[in-house]
């Protein structure tokens, strides 16, 4: 009977370090914050039917992609995420900022700055209602957004 327990003791104690690395790295895989695999890309890219890219609106995706008339990329970014406040909301244009960091990882130095000014600008859309404007901050560029609305 000890045998028993000590044989089945030591098979635990063997292959639940295995289970449980298994399982915590694709547990990992999933989390919001990993970038997108091929695959997820190919689902997302062949559920939409607009030819818009990749999660992204028709108006949005030309100007945060392409520096046009003379602008920089990050003035362009500006421009889209700005556009994208004023046509949807807070929420919308922190999505879309939050996607061309991931896409155009070049632009991250530019993301606190950005984030401010969706902040402010979220201020101005809702008349000076800081309380509405905040409803909408989460984490992007380190709390960037929220500093925009408050300062």
């Not at 045998?3 to 003791?9: A, N, P, S």
């Not at 997302?44 to 100007?63: C, E, F, L, Q, T």
């Not at 500006?78 to 556009?83: C, G």
Request: aromatic share 4%.
């Amino acid at each position: 009977m000890k045998q028993l327990v000590r044989r089945i003791g030591q098979t635990v104690a063997l292959t639940l370090p295995v289970v449980l690395v298994t399982t915590g790295t694709l547990a990992v895989t999933r989390v919001p914050w990993a970038p997108p695999t091929g695959l997820d890309q190919q689902v997302v890219a062949a559920s939409s039917g607009d030819g818009a890219g990749i999660g992204r609106s028709n108006n949005a995706a030309g100007a945060a992609t392409k520096a046009s008339d003379g602008l920089t990329p990050q003035d362009s970014l500006r421009v889209a995420l700005l556009d994208e406040l004023r046509a949807k909301n807070p929420s919308a244009a922190l999505d879309l900022l939050e996607r061309s960091m991931r896409e155009q990882p070049s632009l991250t130095p530019y993301c606190t700055s950005l984030a401010g000014e969706l902040g402010k600008a979220a201020v101005r859309k809702y008349q000076g209602d800081v309380q509405r404007a905040r409803s909408f901050a989460r984490p992007v560029c380190d709390g960037s957004f929220a500093a925009g609305v408050v300062g």
